[in-house]
């Protein structure tokens, strides 16, 4: 069994209140888990994503209060796109416009796209795909079916030689060549609805300094653990680049590797997803702690910061 696709793409934020407001209410995401930075429980890890945090749909955040924004450089994330009906986009610029936050807009092929930038100066777009109506939707209040954002269309990665990290996205994560907006290399998953990567170069000659609005990594999809190691193997052998042991992140298993351009990339199991700890009727709902920190829930959870927003 291959799969071919994002997984789930993980940022860095400032305040969790402002951040679960803007993506939880605003742009209408599920708040699938609340847990803990695994490395660092005084941190939180929030994962938003559509009814079930399928893959493809997980938008990940570690936010902490008082962080610097990022700054640009050679390597990242420079834009995360999410599909809605091909009709919602004009709903979408009234909706973020009347929060108050600025909208482009251009065109893909054909689609519009509708571009902003959340609290922390994270870039997304928003892109009208046709038939995505038909996409399951998770909705909220003021959002409904014909207008829900249906998880990821694409990411954009910026990068000195865009050839040799589509070489990675090609022979090692299975993604083939596609069409792309002028002066992008397009490449495109194998999932269902499809997900795609557009590369383009960058020149700044410096690293980015990640901070708020950086986009951390970005995970690809593997089936399963063997599928996984499968992929391990081909990047070791055809490029000599060794990814990490596998670590257990309660909701998937995941390796990491830097791609030659320098982005973090993750590869992540498709299971058990975000049902293994809790009723998927009320996924989100409460802190959720992997069995080694359970021990000091009462620890962690009194120094974990609100998520209400500071403002409201
Ligand atoms: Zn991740």
Redesign the pocket.
């Known amino acids: 069994m291959s799969v071919a696709g994002i ?4 940022a860095m934020a400032g305040a969790p209140g402002r951040n679960r407001h803007f993506h939880a209410e605003i742009l209408g995401q599920r708040l699938v888990k609340r847990t803990v930075n695994f490395d660092d429980p005084s941190t939180w890890h929030l994962y938003y994503g559509d009814a079930a945090g399928r893959p493809g749909s997980a938008l ?1 955040f570690f936010p902490w209060p008082h962080i610097a924004p990022g700054h640009p450089g050679d390597g990242e994330t420079v834009e995360t796109a999410f599909r809605a009906p091909a009709g919602a986009i004009g709903f979408w610029r009234e909706r973020l416009e009347s929060h108050g936050v600025a909208c482009a807009e251009d065109e893909r092929q054909g689609r519009r796209a509708l571009t902003f930038r959340d609290p922390d100066g994270m870039a997304f777009a928003i892109i009208g795909v046709a038939g995505a109506e038909d996409e399951p939707a998770w909705t909220v209040p003021g959002i409904d079916e014909a207008q829900a954002l249906r998880g990821f269309e694409s990411v954009t990665l910026a990068v000195p030689d865009p050839e040799a990290t589509a070489a990675i996205l090609r022979d090692v994560l299975g993604f083939r060549h596609s069409e792309a907006r002028p002066g992008y290399l397009g490449l495109a998953g194998s999932d269902s609805p499809l997900t795609a990567v557009e590369i383009a170069q960058s020149a700044y000659g410096t690293r980015p300094r990640l901070g708020a609005g950086s986009v ?2 970005v ?1 690809f999809r593997a089936a399963d653990d063997a599928a996984q190691a499968a992929m391990a193997q081909t990047l070791r052998e055809r490029f000599g680049i060794a990814a990490t042991e596998q670590r257990d ?1 309660n909701y ?1 298993r ?1 390796i ?1 590797f830097r791609e030659p351009g320098g982005v973090l990339f ?1 590869i ?1 199991t498709d299971g058990p997803g975000f049902a293994v700890d809790e009723d998927p009727g009320h996924l989100g709902e409460s802190l959720k702690l992997p069995p080694g920190l359970e021990a000091r829930r009462e620890t962690i959870a009194a120094r974990l910061p609100s998520l209400e927003r500071e403002d409201a």
Do not use: D, N, P, Q
């Open positions: 997984h789930h793409v993980t990940t951390h990594h995970a992140r998937f995941s990491y993750e992540a």
